[in-house]
């Protein structure tokens, strides 16, 4: 079984940024996907970035020009850069990983982050 650790989250001013780290406990350089989400209060989980095997990225449109995904295949980690930071950020954010296209998500516990404006 796969296991994620999220950090790098907490409580940050509006226009303001923060970087996220999921660090997992497999190899990560064939894994298919490799993605964040968030979970806002009273609001379904809902799709951030994700990146693939290959490098390449996508991203939700609230996240475009403002958010990075990355990753750090030699620390098996990988990293969500958000600027521009506004309230309705405010959610818990979610690592998950994919190791194949058919495969279900394996998630991590969440880490808070708060915009206060």
């Known amino acids: 079984q796969v296991h994620l650790v999220e950090s790098g989250g907490g409580l940050v001013q509006a226009g303001g940024s923060l970087r996220l780290s999921c660090v997992v406990s497999?190899?990560?350089?064939?894994?298919?996907?490799l993605g964040w989400y968030r979970q806002a209060p009273e609001k379904q989980r809902e799709l951030v970035a994700t990146i693939f095997a290959t490098g390449v990225t996508n991203y939700v449109d609230f996240a475009k020009g403002r958010f990075v995904i990355s990753k750090d295949n030699a620390k098996n980690t990988v990293y969500l850069q958000m600027n521009s930071l506004n309230s309705e950020d405010t959610a818990v954010y979610y690592c998950s990983t994919m190791l194949g296209p058919f495969s279900s998500n394996d998630w991590g516990q969440g880490i808070q982050v708060t915009v206060s404006s």
């Open positions: 497999t190899p990560i350089t064939n894994m298919y996907r």
